[in-house]
């Protein structure tokens, strides 16, 4: 089989179109399987995002970042906005696919099948602290290399990801800096699998705590990250976020009656993009 083939295997995934963005209709099992198996394939690298309601928002304004979302090869729904909406759709997700948690199932997989891993981004320490965590959780993974989230030349770091030749990059520079990252080196990275996981590595090595299940099962996570860091995140949270409920009730109105036009929802749309 082809590379192009086996990413075709990707692609065949059921997608339902959330604030326009085409996202994978499986759950988190499925997915990890899905990853590990083209993980396992020979074949040019895999990018793959996880969605929520904040890239909603900057995809309407920030055609760079739409350019980088639009390369991405697999989308997943990290945010509860998006589970919500599909049900409001008649197009239920099963579930969240979490950027946290499928980079924990993957290394978890990837440690049983001996598929090396790259670590991408973070300060230094943090860097090392969660590589120490992630050997201590998974035994037998194997970090083929790994560099801090602070470099200032990309083929160096292109370099090092060649060398160590893993299966797996786990990038975590941060949005937007790490969807448009990969999405601009994929066709060069020397990797099956690019996945981007925001700050994970600081929940990894401990410095940042993640929401208890309860408040991450009814979508309140935001909230807690709100409160750990309400400097960084007010605005994000309180007045960026809340811009994706007219992209919710379009999709909603589309999905439920999908022969009528709602063009005052298109306007909304329209306008969002001259101004970006």
Known sequence: MSPDEHVALLRTVERISIFDIPICRISHKAATATLIHEAESPGQC??????????????????????????????????????????????????????????????????????????????????????????????????????????????????????????????????????????????????????????????EAGRVSRAPVPLQKIGMEWFWRLLLEPSRLWRRYLLECPRVLPLLWRDVLRARFPTSTYPIFEKIGQERKDRS
């Not at 199932?105 to 790259?118: D, G, V, W």
């Not at 989230?149 to 949005?175: Q, T």
Request: hydrophobic share 45%; glycine share 6%; aromatic share 8%.
């Open 46 to 203: 895999v990018a793959v995002f996880t969605a929520n309601a904040d890239h909603a928002v900057r995809i309407q304004r920030d055609e760079a970042f739409r350019r980088a979302y639009q390369a991405a090869d697999a989308i997943f729904a990290d945010g509860m906005p998006l589970i919500w909406t599909s049900h409001l759709m008649g197009q239920p997700l099963p579930a969240r696919v979490t950027g946290i948690d499928l980079f924990h199932s993957l290394c978890e997989k990837a440690s049983e099948r001996k598929l090396p891993c790259f670590l991408l981004g973070a300060t230094q320490a943090v860097l090392e602290e969660a590589a120490v965590s992630l050997q201590t959780k998974y035994p037998s993974l194997i970090l083929s290399g790994q560099c801090n989230g602070y470099f200032h030349d990309d083929e160096a770091v292109l370099r090092l990801i060649e060398e160590a030749h893993p299966a797996i990059l786990f990038v975590a520079l941060g949005s937007p800096k790490q969807e448009a990252w990969i999405a601009k080196y994929a066709p060069r990275l020397h990797c099956r699998i690019a996945l981007a996981i925001g700050g994970t590595l600081d929940v």
